[in-house]
């Protein structure tokens, strides 16, 4: 197993630093598929983007990440805790605008058509669980 941990605050910059750190993990790991690797990296964008746009501290601060990105023999695996208020969109339920046209709403659809996404909510924040089962 490989892996990364990373803790940054949910400003833009940190897409940058997802993005980096699964470029270092690829080289690490070239065995994995380029399928999967681009689906988990696109359900892992699309968390960390919702975060940084919706998440934010009950005093109103970005939120501060924790996110532990793993390789294992069969799946992709990345998890995320925050420091945030509760998620106004249920992921459950995540599904693509209606409009064609819409700007937004398609983040966390995407994520989940690409990879199985959990959340729970804990005292004092979220945690979030991305797996893209290998192909």
Known sequence: MITR???YPGTPSCLDVVQDALAALWEEAPRVGHGDRMSFEIALVEIVGNLVEHARRPDGRPVDVHMRIA????RLEARMEDNGT???VDPTVAALPADDLAESGRGLALAAAVADLEHVRQAGGNVWTVVRRRT
């Open 71 to 74: 390789v294992h023999e069969d």
């Open 86 to 88: 509760p998620p106004v």
């Open 5 to 7: 941990t990373l803790r």
